[in-house]
């Protein structure tokens, strides 16, 4: 089959609701677009382990520091499903460490706003984790097959993250009125990073018709976006906590809400390394890394005096 | 700079007592021991797994059911002596490969033969030698797994969100008829 005769074969299967595997044929952009969203998304949660993983020596008690260390432990294996997966594309996952390492590798705006307070582990819970569920659980639809299998896994354990988020909102809600300053403290400062994460608007998303027609994503950025809000905010407002936008107001002849302009440039700094927090989160990471060193020489030596045809893979 | 990336090792899951194999993942690791090791921690943390197999994934055959179309048994080796081979399909609607019936075969380019052949509607197979496979399926099998299952914060009781939202519109609609 010639390119033109492999791609409309392609593009049927993807319409007939097929999922692609690594040895199917694909276009190269495909693979190029697929690669790109989940090797970000991979970085994106092993990052995603730094802010929170802050507050586990200070969790205000036994139950909140165990559902912390389980829940940062969760992310660290959410970056392990997706660094598989990206490595079916023919990524290894030196490439990929070494791009989040140099700072080439983009990841989630989220992840590079600090976490001054107990209310924020709150709200990265409740705000960030739902609307990554919003955008995984499109994704666990999508046409690629690894992908779409690690998104299964990562949503059915996402869940318990908004869930624990959304518990400890709660909790300062009902409780006195310095936590409940600084429940609103935290929404005020996590609100427009959180809609700033489901990414351009659709007029400036230029991707999103390619993806959509080839099956990767089946809802664009402002959909998702609105769907977040719709679910969030008569919730928060039950809490009596108000989102930081005075324009917020509901739609009755659209059903829909209606939000105030979301400052996409603050994005672009963001996602491009010159957040609040870029370098501290590279940093750590490569710490970590650093630090771990001496396990992987220790795994290595041992094998090799064990077993040195082990090692050759 | 030298290497460091290990070979990857491909994680197979049980998810309940009883039930087929099916695909995990995979993992990073210098043998087969820590492969284990690895998978259980990545793969077992939340308590969706029994067991847990892993296998070199450079002895797992893998092809789609466009590869298998075209699939022509080029490495058809009759000096080889029979051998058992686990076979993985993702079938139908399903987005899992899960465990089929074993083949017998001297060469795993016959083993997919012979399994594609057996199978309905297979989208996509792997077949590795059975020798292949360590498993946590030892008496040791049951204490690696138990924690997980004692866990209260793994428990989505543990978070009644609902329950907490639906006590405070009570108290606020009571607040309002009073």
Not at chain 2, 33 to 38: D, G, K, P, V
Not at chain 2, 67 to 94: I, L, M, W
């Amino acid at each position: 089959m010639d390119q033109p005769a492999k791609l409309a074969a392609f593009e049927a299967r993807i319409a007939r609701g097929e999922t692609i595997e690594p040895g199917d044929w694909m276009p190269d952009e495909y693979r190029r677009q697929l690669l790109r969203m989940m090797s970000q998304h991979a970085h994106s949660e092993i990052v995603g382990m730094l802010p929170e993983g802050a507050w586990i020596t200070r969790a205000p008690s036994l139950k909140r520091k165990l559902v912390l260390l389980a829940k940062v432990q969760d992310e660290g294996g959410h970056g392990q499903y997706l660094y598989d997966a990206a490595e079916s594309l023919g990524a290894t996952r030196e490439e990929l460490i070494e791009a989040l390492h140099t700072g080439r590798a983009k990841y989630a705006n989220v992840f590079n706003y600090p976490t001054p307070s107990w209310a924020d582990v709150g709200m990265i819970g409740w705000l960030v984790d739902l609307a990554a569920i919003l955008n995984q659980s499109m994704l666990a639809k999508c046409s690629y097959g690894p992908y779409a299998r690690a998104m299964l896994r990562i949503c059915s354990e996402e869940t318990f993250h908004k869930k624990q988020g959304q518990e400890i909102v709660i909790t300062l809600a009902r409780g006195t009125r310095e936590q409940r300053a600084m429940a609103q403290d935290g929404l005020d400062r996590w609100w427009w990073p959180t809609l700033m994460q489901f990414g351009y608007p659709d007029s400036e998303s230029p991707h999103t018709a390619t993806l959509r027609r080839w099956g990767i994503k089946t809802k664009t950025n402002d959909e998702l976006r609105e769907m977040f809000i719709k679910e969030i905010v008569p919730e928060l407002k039950l809490l009596g906590l108000e989102p930081p936008d005075p324009e917020l107001r509901f739609d009755e002849a659209t059903g829909s809400w209606k939000h105030g302009p979301i400052d996409f440039d603050e994005l672009k700094r963001v996602v491009n390394g010159n957040g609040p927090c870029n370098k501290e989160r590279l940093a750590a990471r490569i710490k970590a890394h650093d630090d771990g060193a001496w396990v992987r020489e220790a795994l290595v030596a041992y094998n090799a005096k064990r077993e040195p045809s082990e090692v050759q893979g | 700079m030298t290497s460091t990336q290990w070979p990857v090792y491909q994680v197979f899951e049980r998810p309940a007592h009883g039930r087929p194999m099916r695909v995990g993942g995979s993992v990073h690791a210098v043998d087969a021991e820590t492969a284990l090791q690895n998978a259980w921690a990545v793969y077992g943390r939340r308590p969706t797994a029994v067991g847990l197999w892993v296998v070199p994934r450079r002895l797992v055959l893998m092809k789609t059911k466009e590869e298998v179309d075209d699939f022509t048994q080029d490495r058809d080796n009759r000096a080889a002596s029979d051998q058992s081979f686990y076979v993985f399909c993702r079938s139908g609607a399903k987005l899992v490969y899960e465990e089929a019936p074993q083949v017998v075969a001297p060469s795993p380019e016959q083993a997919m033969v012979r399994a594609v052949a057996g199978l309905n509607d297979c989208f996509a197979c792997w077949v590795f030698p059975a020798a292949a496979v360590t498993s946590t399926e030892s008496q040791t099998a049951e204490c690696s797994f138990a924690p997980q299952h004692y866990k209260w914060f793994r428990d989505h009781k543990s978070f009644p969100i609902v329950a907490m939202l639906r006590e405070i519109r009570a108290d606020a609609s009571e607040r309002k008829h009073a």
